[in-house]
């Protein structure tokens, strides 16, 4: 049968330890609360054996069997067995035997007591008779032994086994069956308890007939077995039976967690919403990894572009080249803007769809990727601002120059924001690095109607992205880092490396920065339209996290007390 649950003294102290917790974990809700009435507590009183069978199986007359009850009291105990609603306790060897009304008659009140009693048991007797347990009550047994726990602590009887027609090994072959998996686990034992009580009372029976119905009733064998369970006493049987009532207790209040009506559309919403956000998230965030890594490519492919023209004469890199890359390193940081901007819209327009204008638009997107060569340059001109003026200038087919002026001018007073993005819509690169989803102007050299409002916006910010391009560019205008070496070839090699070293490291904080600025924009945002849908929201999402609180805790003691259960039956 295995070893048993003990601490010295009395009950399991664990056992008790979890009843406790339970009580604290199920006191918290009213959806729980009444169930800490039949949580186990400290109890030292004599082992319960209960009976549990249909009402004409014969429980009484197996108690008034071994008992040996005289006949007179045998005739009053049948007689109200029928009409008991509750158990009957009857003392035995020194436990309890408890007479469970009957089950399977049709009267639920007579059902509900039955389940009472079975529930405050230690042990069962599962009596049926000879014409074996129809569907109802093989399922009946089955509960028992398995989902309440009694598996190793009951005896099947089958009672009757002297009716005519009644074949001993085809009944416990049927019987075993219906038994399935605990057919080895659990006693079987056929008996006659009527004949026992014959044998004991029937004046006219003679002395060989007496001992020959008593010694075929079964009911020596019953009586071993049942001693044999409760040989262990109080202290190592309790604790397993109060383990697996705990167990019944912590299911059914998992049962009272399950959500309907108004509640489980409310709860249904808020996980419908939160799913929604989640994709959105993991939408803008998918796009905001891509495009920051396509930027920190097309950075590092810029710089490999400018190492590779270095001059061998020189060290120099073509003014050309120069502007070129720095065209490069500002589309692509424009770009981003553009595609980034383009995911956090279309996941609102997605947004919309499902939940309404309710939803709040999106702030557009402004690069505030802060690094120290974004920071604005003092008035003052430095001989590196000169170099790159000098070079802008050389280089005015391609408009580099104007570039230049555009950052010095938005440096030196935002106010002039306006004019300068009236002047900047009068060229093409400068439109693209506006607006290039032409949303606000329309691409041929003027702003829409609604336009000029929303690009003076982004101004100051485009402003930034090409002042850092163009510091970005610093190294390839400056020919002091030209190592005076005898060896010109070991110098421009060395520059070479040098630049590709300092356009990775660019790309590295690019795509750094960038994310780091996406996603507190995704963040901001998002805060905002689970504020603006708190109303739909928040009823389902409080009984949700009440629900998810309460089912952790219970089914954290419910795997504890299945332990100890599981350490019983080991």
């Known amino acids: ?83 008991t609603q509750e158990a009957m306790l009857h003392p035995w060897n020194g436990v309890t035997l408890v007479d469970l009304p009957g089950t399977l008659s049709g009267n639920d009140e007579h059902s509900a007591a039955a389940r009472r009693g079975v529930r405050g048991a230690d042990a069962l007797m599962i009596v049926t008779t000879s014409e074996l347990p129809g569907e109802s009550e093989t399922k009946a047994i089955l509960q028992a032994l398995d989902t309440d726990g009694f598996a190793d602590r009951s005896v099947v009887v089958i009672n009757k086994m002297s009716a005519e027609n009644s074949d001993r090994d085809v009944i416990l072959d049927e019987i075993r069956k219906r038994l399935g998996p605990f057919a080895d686990r659990v006693p079987i ?30 009911i020596e064998a019953l009586t071993s077995e049942l001693r044999r369970i409760i040989a262990p006493g109080v202290e190592s049987v309790r604790p397993t039976a109060q383990a697996c009532e705990l167990i019944r207790v912590l299911r059914h209040a998992e049962q009272r967690w399950e959500l309907d009506g108004e509640e489980l559309d409310a709860a249904q919403t808020a996980k419908k919403v939160e799913e929604s956000f989640s994709r959105a998230k993991e939408g803008v965030r998918d796009a905001l990894e891509r495009e ?25 890199v073509p003014v050309d080249i120069a502007t070129a890359v720095t065209g490069e390193v500002v589309d692509a940081r424009t770009d981003f803007d553009v595609r980034f901007s383009s995911s956090v819209r279309a996941t609102f327009d997605a947004l919309v769809a499902e939940y309404g204008n309710g939803v709040p638009e999106p702030e557009d997107w402004v690069n505030v990727v802060d690094s120290p060569e974004a920071t604005l340059a003092a008035p003052t001109e430095s001989p590196y601002k000169r170099a790159i003026r000098e070079a802008a200038e050389k280089a005015a087919k391609v408009e ?44 041929v050299g003027k702003f829409k109607p609604w336009g ?6 982004k101004v100051a910010g485009a402003a930034t992205t090409v002042q ?51 996603e507190q924009h995704l963040r901001e945002w998002i805060a905002e339209v689970e504020h603006s849908l708190s109303d739909l929201t928040h009823p389902g999402a409080q009984i949700s996290a009440a629900r998810e609180t309460a089912l952790t805790e219970i089914r954290s003691l419910r795997d504890e007390a299945e332990k100890l259960v599981g350490q019983a039956t080991d």
């Open 468 to 518: 850092w391009a163009m510091a970005t560019m610093g190294p390839l205008m400056d020919l002091k880092s030209i190592a005076q070496d005898q060896s010109k070839r070991m110098a421009i090699s060395k520059r070479r490396r040098a630049l590709r070293d300092h356009f990775t490291n660019v790309a590295l904080g690019q795509r750094t920065d960038l994310v780091a600025a996406g």
């Open 1 to 83: 049968m295995g070893t048993r649950l003990t601490t010295d003294g009395g009950p399991s102290a664990r056992v008790l330890a979890l009843s406790a917790q339970a009580e604290e974990v199920l006191n918290t809700h009213p959806r729980t609360r009444d169930l800490t009435a039949s949580l186990p507590q400290a109890d030292t009183s004599p082992l319960r054996i209960a009976l549990l069978g249909p009402y004409s199986a014969g429980k009484s007359m197996l108690i008034a069997a071994l008992r040996r009850l005289p006949a007179a009291e045998v005739e009053r105990l049948v007689d109200a067995a029928p009409k």
């Open 400 to 443: 580099a120059g104007r570039l230049y002026v555009w950052v010095k001018r938005v440096a030196a007073s935002s106010e002039r924001a306006a004019d300068v993005a009236d002047w900047l819509n009068k060229t093409r690169a400068g439109q693209k690095v506006l607006d290039a989803s032409g949303k606000i102007t329309d691409g």
């Open 292 to 316: 920051s890594e396509v930027v920190a490519s097309r950075i590092r492919t810029a710089g490999g572009r400018a190492a590779d023209s270095v001059s061998e004469k020189n060290g120099v």
């Open 189 to 218: 034992v056929p008996t006659d308890a009527r004949d026992y009580v014959d044998a004991a009372n029937d004046p006219e029976l003679t002395d060989k007939h007496r001992e020959l119905l008593a010694s075929e009733s079964g």
């Open 452 to 457: 000029k409002g929303k690009a003076t916006k």
